[in-house]
């Protein structure tokens, strides 16, 4: 826990460090005035797309759990997928909650779960990243530099390889052995042998493929439109195809572990962009639209905190944690010392 502690101590500080780089010239005043623009109908359509996504994630789960043989009601994994971006809000990136989730299936599922987690992150990357590859190549002059349209597109290639890798278990290891990984293979075969029998289920269902992609995509384009939502609220003139290109690569930075939140990371990606669009006062607007994004957001993920509340009242939520026979587990969801997956399998029985 000291550990945890420690790292959880040096994201915030990491963080805080960012912000301060970005915004050290900017004048409170100049925000204010951006805020006090502020219009309440595109806050109720972000506020409607959060729920869009949420159910889009929630489906998407639910198709792949059901293609491994476990069915849970859509309102059942709904709930786990907003008590997830609450915990998106304390641990690092924006990827936190999937612990939550993962463990959330129950005790002797952990495999499973976290296949069909795995394959919803891997499909909702690769729409991203081939959104943002495509919308960066067409659009030089939002994007500035060419150099940036290299890091989608290496993203978009390692989610390709990899995806690669779990369908075709036979190829798979091979692969992994080229690529430098023969030391790590050995500790973890056990769990990785029945990870690829869940994505093998998978690749022999191509129409659960297509859904889950088509989904994928969707839920970007929609992610793209809520921040738009959030400029119009601030009657910012950004025409929607601009936000197509740096949205996803706002969303790419921001997911790096290093701070809470992609607090700094979201924000100097914002004042970047806005900057090379001559956008006036780029500074102040970009804090307005980072500013309104972690209160909606974090308003949002409050209901999920609350259903959570609901949950444990009720003896579900974290005692699904507590019961899983996976090491590591539980003090993922409270300390951000492991990963989304929940290493060290060995214990568990799927």
Known sequence: MKRASVLFGGKLVVGAVLLLFVYHHLSLDDVALELRRLRFLPLVAFTAILFANTFLSALKWKWLLEADGIKLSIRTLFGSCLIGTFFNLFLPSTVG???????????GRIVKSTAAVLADRLSGLIALATICTIFAATHHHVVGHRAIVIIP???????LVLSTVLLWPAKGPGLLLRLGFGRILPRFSSFMDRLFLSFQSYRQRPSLLLKILVISFLFQILFVAAIYCL????????PLSSFMVFVPIVEIFESIPISIYGLGLRDAGYVFFFKQIKLPNAEASALAVSVLYVVMTAGYAALGGLLLANRLLKGG???NLARSQTPGVVSSAIAPTQDAAGRNPRGTED
């Open 97 to 107: 909650g999937d612990t939550y989730r993962i463990a959330s299936i129950g005790r």
């Open 153 to 159: 597109s290496l993203l978009l290639i390692a989610q």
């Open 231 to 238: 400029s119009r609220a601030l009657a910012l003139s950004i």
């Open 317 to 319: 939520g974290l005692q």
